[in-house]
């Protein structure tokens, strides 16, 4: 899960830069305002890649798609970008846990099979 999530959060980083680049033309915003709440966004993109395998690491996750979708407001765009990555959010835990327990059943099943060889021997 961690990969996918990870991919997922990274590609969001990108988005959230260039999202940040449009949001600079609007007269009403201020520079620093941009770059403030867009490299809050991205630090948080980064450090999620980092606690995704941690309790509330997922969780945190939606609350950034949340965020991502909102941030239409001010790029109208932002809500279909942000929809859509909030659909690669939901594939990635969502396959990223099934590909988890392939994962373990897959080292259960090895495991088995290394025991039962040692006690043929």
């Given at each position: 899960m961690r990969t996918l999530?990870?991919?997922t959060?990274?590609?969001?980083?990108f988005v959230i830069g260039f999202a940040a680049l449009v949001a600079m033309k609007d007269p009403t915003l201020s520079s620093a305002t941009v770059w403030t709440v867009s490299g809050v966004a991205m630090l948080l993109?980064?450090?999620l890649c980092g606690v995704i395998s941690?309790?509330?690491?997922?969780?945190l996750g939606w609350a950034l798609q949340i965020a991502l979708i909102a941030s239409g407001v001010v790029v109208p765009m932002m809500y279909f970008m942000g929809?859509?990555?909030?659909?690669?959010?939901w594939?990635?835990?969502?396959?990223?846990r099934k590909?988890?327990?392939a994962?373990?059943?897959?080292?259960?099943?090895a495991a088995e099979a290394g025991s039962s060889r040692a006690d043929a021997a």
């Open positions: 999530c990870s991919s959060l990274i590609g969001e980083f993109c980064v450090l941690r309790p509330g690491g997922v969780v929809a859509v990555f909030a659909a690669l959010w594939a990635s835990v969502h396959f990223g590909v988890d327990e994962k373990a059943r897959f080292a259960a099943q």
